[in-house]
């Protein structure tokens, strides 16, 4: 298995969840895994030195995108848009 390390900003997760409660963000996000098909997800919360959470990590086995297409789909989660330029799409 292939691990993929992808950040998304607080931004981001605060649309996608469209909620700030941390735990209704993270039901978003494990709702997900098994909309792709997962029957094995978990969620680890990993500390700082301090004792507060500095990460969330949730992991399945679902049917999700390639490698590939989640580098590409997930690198830059809520940074800002780049303009286009004239005549590009």
């Known amino acids: 298995m292939a691990v993929l390390n992808l950040e998304a ?4 997760l605060e649309k996608v969840a469209n909620t700030r409660d941390p735990i209704k963000a993270i039901a978003e996000f494990v709702w997900s895994t098994l909309d792709a098909d997962a029957t094995d997800v978990g969620v680890e919360f ?3 030195p301090l004792g507060g959470i500095q990460e969330i990590v949730i992991n399945d086995n679902g049917l999700g995108n390639s490698r590939e297409r989640a580098q590409s789909d997930f690198s830059s989660l ?10 590009e799409d």
């Open 9 to 12: 900003k607080q931004d981001h």
């Open 46 to 48: 990993r500390s700082n």
């Open 78 to 87: 809520g940074e800002p848009s780049q303009p286009h330029s004239a005549g």
